[in-house]
Antibody, heavy 122, light 107 residues
């Protein structure tokens, strides 16, 4: 069973860059069984998918965020990361990292981190 | 972008009764649909995938059905731990999209 854990600053100033890291245990970020993804949830609201990456393959972005999002994988640390630039108060949310199982079939997000609240405020 | 619409927004049901939650897609997602349960202060938890396959650890009182644009999550004999918010999620077409959620509350 995978275990995922987000880390990063809980407070980011407007116009700056939000940076989060997800540490993976119980499996490898190079596994062909998973995409790795980020989902966010504004306080009191629903879930919004942000981005997915498949190691050695493509990255898929939410079109509404694509121009501001970067996602990468660090195999040496078994981590993946999210950068969201030019943030505004609308980016305030709990950010979850998750695994997206694709073997034997696509299952959706089967393991989630506990989430980390990021507040955008000066 | 495929829009996922869940109904009702809030569902009040008594413990021991059955709850039926609906999710409609704006276009066909085949059976590439998942359901999640989220309790306050917790991350979502995968309940169902492939519209009708229970994820590991999902009790048998949960069942899913549907294909194409209409999906249902049914919870039989509601237990106290089932009262939560439920989300559907389509992953047939990029971008992935979620429904807005159904809050299942105790009647």
């Amino acid at each position: 069973q995978l275990k995922l854990q987000e880390s990063g600053p809980g407070l980011v100033k407007p116009s700056e860059t939000l940076s989060l890291t997800c540490s993976v245990s119980g499996g490898s970020v190079t596994s062909g069984n998973y995409f790795w993804g980020w989902i966010r949830q504004p306080p009191g609201k629903g879930l919004e998918w942000v981005v997915n990456i498949f190691y050695g393959g493509n990255t898929y972005y939410n079109p509404s965020l694509k121009s501001r999002v970067t996602m990468s994988v660090d195999t040496s640390k078994n981590q993946f990361s999210l950068k969201l630039n030019s943030v505004t108060a609308a980016d305030t949310a709990v950010y979850y990292c998750a695994s997206y199982a694709v073997v034997p079939v696509a299952m959706g997000f089967d393991s989630w981190g506990q989430g980390t609240l990021v507040i955008v405020s000066s | 972008e495929i829009v996922m619409t869940q109904s009702p927004a809030i569902l009040s049901v008594s413990p021991g009764e059955r709850a039926t939650l609906s999710c409609r897609a704006s276009q066909s997602v085949e059976n590439n649909l998942a359901w999640y349960q989220q309790k306050p202060g917790q991350a979502p938890r995968l309940l169902m995938y492939g519209a009708s396959t229970r994820a590991t650890g999902t009790p048998a009182r949960f069942s899913g059905s549907g294909s194409g644009t209409e999906f249902t999550l049914t919870i039989n004999s509601l237990q106290s731990e089932d009262f939560a918010v439920y989300y559907c999620h389509q992953f047939n077409n990029w971008p992935d999209t979620f429904g807005q959620g159904t809050k299942l509350e105790i009647k």
